[in-house]
């Protein structure tokens, strides 16, 4: 099992970039499915992105084209590159690791984008 530490977010305005990053102590990192979800107040978390252990991503409809998720298994980082940045994109952002039937979560960080 792993232990995520999230970092990066921030505030800035409709139409910027920020690049999150999620850094994982523990073993076996490469072996592990990654993922990005975020939480706006008063909603349900949902899934933003997704990358396997062999590097197949998948996105929610609403980042597609605008948010690219990227692991370096060397530095056992997985980051969340996320363009053209809109106000409904403003939550909670949560980094989550699974293999093996483990589930790992950090402990999120705020994402606000003001118009």
């Known amino acids: 099992q792993v232990q995520l530490v999230e970092s990066w977010g921030g505030l800035v305005q409709a139409g910027a970039s920020l690049r999150l990053s999620c850094a994982a102590s523990?073993?076996?990192?490469?072996?592990?499915?990654m993922g990005w979800l975020r939480q706006a107040p008063g909603k349900q978390r949902e899934l933003v992105a997704r990358?396997?252990?062999?590097?197949?991503?998948n996105y929610a409809d609403s980042v597609k084209g605008r948010f690219t998720i990227s692991r370096d298994n060397a530095k056992n980082t997985v980051y969340l590159q996320m363009n053209s940045l809109k106000p409904e994109d403003t939550a909670v952002y949560y980094c989550?690791?699974?293999?093996?039937?483990?589930?790992?979560w950090g402990q999120g960080t705020q994402v606000t984008v003001s118009s």
């Open positions: 989550n690791a699974v293999w093996l039937g483990y589930d790992s």
């Open positions: 523990g073993r076996m990192f490469s072996m592990h499915a």
């Open positions: 990358i396997t252990s062999g590097g197949s991503r």
